[in-house]
């Protein structure tokens, strides 16, 4: 999977979230929705792959964690992450929601409020975590 694939995998996913939480589908829309998040942190660690250039095997190993936190520091976008959470207080607030998404939420039950704060958090355009993403992918 390349980064152009990852970027639009990324809106797919938004917009699958945002039919599920509509439709009721509130686990879906939870869990899908965080890999909005995912997908769009690998297309800008994909970015840093370079043509003709064998990825070291612990970069390959990273690429498939699922743990957002780890992915933004591996993405390389930590610093600026911090700077705007300290600026930006939807930002910040937003971020302490997506942050603590895992791949294991499968497996969980969550409510209506729960999923729709996910996906607010995420698609939010005044201080929406994707947005902030987009500028580095």
């Not at 958090?121 to 902030?132: E, P």
Request: charged share 25%; with cysteine; hydrophobic share 40%.
């Amino acid at each position: 999977m390349n980064r152009t694939e990852l970027k639009q995998l990324a809106r797919i996913r938004l917009r699958e979230a945002k039919i599920l939480l509509d439709s009721g589908n509130y686990n879906g829309a939870y869990y899908l929705a965080g890999y909005v998040i995912e997908c769009a942190l690998k297309a800008c660690i994909a970015k840093q792959i370079r043509n003709n250039v064998i990825p070291d095997r612990n970069f390959c190993n990273d690429f498939y964690k699922h743990n957002l936190s780890d992915l933004v520091r591996f993405a390389g976008i930590e610093t600026e992450r911090i700077n705007l959470e300290h600026n930006n207080a939807n930002f910040a607030a937003n971020w302490a929601v997506v942050k603590d998404w895992k791949e294991s939420s499968r497996y969980e039950t969550f409510t209506r409020i729960q999923a729709k704060e996910l996906y607010n958090s995420i698609a939010s355009r005044n201080g929406g975590v994707l947005k902030w993403i987009r500028t580095f992918w």
